[in-house]
């Protein structure tokens, strides 16, 4: 169904996994187009309440092919074209999206890791702001999703210059919300993964869109932002499930609406 | 008086008319015969002593994502001239109760220009405003060149015109194409509690400023003025401005009851 990705559901959880494990992952626009195509079905499939996204092989995403890079070549126009709508993608997603992070993620490899929500790292992975080394700018959302997570100062030494940050350090700044072994990684994911599709789906994505809309703006917009997201969770079948259990002593047991 | 539709639905809450866009499966795209209801509905609900507010939604994902291209691709100038169909549009603007839409998801074309025919509009935050009529070679008729410009002012209407770029939900409110954003949830609701607030206002004194304000977009301060002036005096005809102040003096809630 797709060139450059593989994409399976398992247990409500949709794999999307990228797929040029001998060139650690990097982007080709077919990968960029893929991997958007693959979200929004994602996003749309009702059976899907997670996604997860990581790498074939030994890496994550290496960032963009330079391969495919030329003088030519209008960097800015490939930006808009290719991995803004992939970022916005992401960004729009209701669902929880975990970047599992087996290797190198490099570039825009990185910036693809820093628009999921949650990041859950193999000790073998890595973050590079590849970017400096060639002369060019953290993009694809880099800059305006890194200081977010580790503050301005970290996320300025980070883009400039340009250093290997290991899984423990990731961890340590909060780029990583968890490392996990080697050998533990791939059954870690899935059962964080698997404990989030299991969820009530309707309150993460309304957690997930008022926390990021809470960037910009005031804290009176936000307070009514609070009260219209309670009224729309208010109606869920989850939220009665949740009260009727925690009633009757029980486990809920969530449909995700 | 609920009349059959092909087209659209309509209902009533209190004293709210509701008009629903009624054609989810091509996104509630407008054909001749659906404006042709949706104004007879606007017209009924005008002269329905128990309506005070109108208001406009379109089933499904979205409110209207155009016109029905099909209809007219073969037309010609002189078939459109001879029709006069945009004398519907006209009659639309010359409904005197508030019109309030609630817009989610695509308001494109023919959609976006019957967004601006309302008075007010509540919009989901995943709606989408545009005039793709450039990329057919042609442009809006029903008043889109007009409505927007005095809406948002010349560069904006320009590049949005000239390029049949998108409107976000945010950029709409930015420049006041709608009033509020709300999650799609709860758009209905939230329009309608909308409604039936302004339904409780005098409803002389709401028809009374909807033709002020109109008049305001439409002609000179000198003239609007006098215009607002003899609708200011016109009330003080009214039953409902004596009940006003007397309830405002005695301190407890007006009742008003449109005469």
Same mark, same amino acid.
């Given at each position: 169904m797709y060139e450059t990705i593989k994409y399976e559901v398992i247990n409500r959880v949709a794999w999307i996994t990228l797929n040029r494990p001998d060139k650690l992952n990097a982007f080709t626009a077919q990968m960029n187009k893929d991997l958007k195509q693959s979200i929004k079905l994602a996003s749309r499939s /009702? *059976?899907?309440?997670c996604i997860v996204l990581t790498g074939e092989g030994r890496g994550f995403c290496s960032g963009q #092919?330079?391969?495919?890079?030329? *003088? #030519? /070549?209008d960097h800015g126009e490939v930006l808009r074209a290719l991995y803004n709508p992939m970022i916005m993608e992401i960004h729009q997603c209701e669902k929880p999206v975990i970047?599992?992070?087996?290797?190198v993620a490099a570039g825009a490899g990185m910036s693809l890791a820093l628009a999921c929500d949650f990041r859950l790292l193999s000790e073998r992975a890595s973050f590079v702001e590849a970017f400096i080394h060639v002369g060019l700018v953290p993009d694809a959302g880099n800059l305006y999703y890194l200081p977010k997570l580790i503050g301005h100062a970290k996320a300025l030494e980070l883009a400039i210059m340009g250093e290997k940050v290991s899984a423990f350090q990731a961890e340590e700044l909060g780029l990583a919300n968890k490392v996990y072994p080697e050998e533990l990684w791939r059954d870690e994911v899935a059962s964080y993964a698997e404990r989030l599709a299991s969820m009530p789906t309707a309150a993460i994505s309304l957690i997930k869109k008022n926390l990021k809309s809470s960037?910009?703006?005031?804290l009176e917009d936000s307070l009514e932002k609070d009260a219209q997201a309670q009224r729309i969770a208010g109606l869920t079948s989850d939220h009665k499930e949740g009260v009727n259990a925690f009633i009757e002593k029980r486990k809920p047991v969530f449909q995700g609406r | 008086m609920s009349r059959i539709y092909e087209y659209i639905h309509t209902s009533s809450e209190g004293h709210v008319g509701i008009i629903s866009l009624n054609r989810p499966e091509v !996104? $509630?795209? !407008?054909n001749r015969t659906m404006i042709v209801e949706i104004l007879s509905a606007m017209e009924s609900f005008d002269q329905?002593? $128990?309506?005070r507010v109108i208001l406009l939604s379109g089933n499904g994902r979205a409110f209207a994502a155009g016109a029905d291209i099909q209809e007219m691709a073969n037309d010609s100038a002189i078939d459109f001239e001879l029709l006069d169909q945009f004398k519907n549009w006209d009659r639309i603007a010359a409904i005197k109760k508030p019109i309030i839409g609630a817009v989610q998801g695509f308001a494109l074309g023919g959609g976006f220009e019957l967004a601006l025919c309302c008075d007010m509009v509540y919009a989901a935050d995943d709606a989408e405003f545009g005039f793709p009529e450039v990329d057919l070679g042609v442009m809006p008729g029903a008043g889109g060149t007009q409505r927007l410009t005095k809406l948002v002012g010349k560069t904006k209407a320009m590049e949005w015109l000239f390029t049949g770029k998108r409107i976000t939900s945010g950029e709409a409110l930015h420049y006041g194409i709608v009033n509020r954003i709300f999650a799609k949830e709860i758009l209905m609701e939230e329009t309608l509690k909308a409604a039936a607030k302004i339904a409780s206002q005098a409803p002389l004194s709401i028809r009374l400023i909807k033709e002020s304000v109109l008049k305001a977009v439409d002609t000179t301060l000198n003239e609007g003025m006098h215009f607002e002036r003899k609708n200011f005096y016109l !009330?003080? @005809? @009214?039953?409902d401005q004596k009940e006003g102040m007397s309830a405002f003096r005695e301190k407890r809630k007006p009742e008003f009851k449109g005469k």
């Open positions: /009702m *059976e899907v309440r #092919d330079l391969a495919g890079v030329n *003088e #030519d /070549m970047a599992a992070v087996n290797g960037w910009n703006i005031t | !996104l $509630n795209a !407008l329905d002593e $128990n309506i !009330l003080f @005809s @009214s039953e």
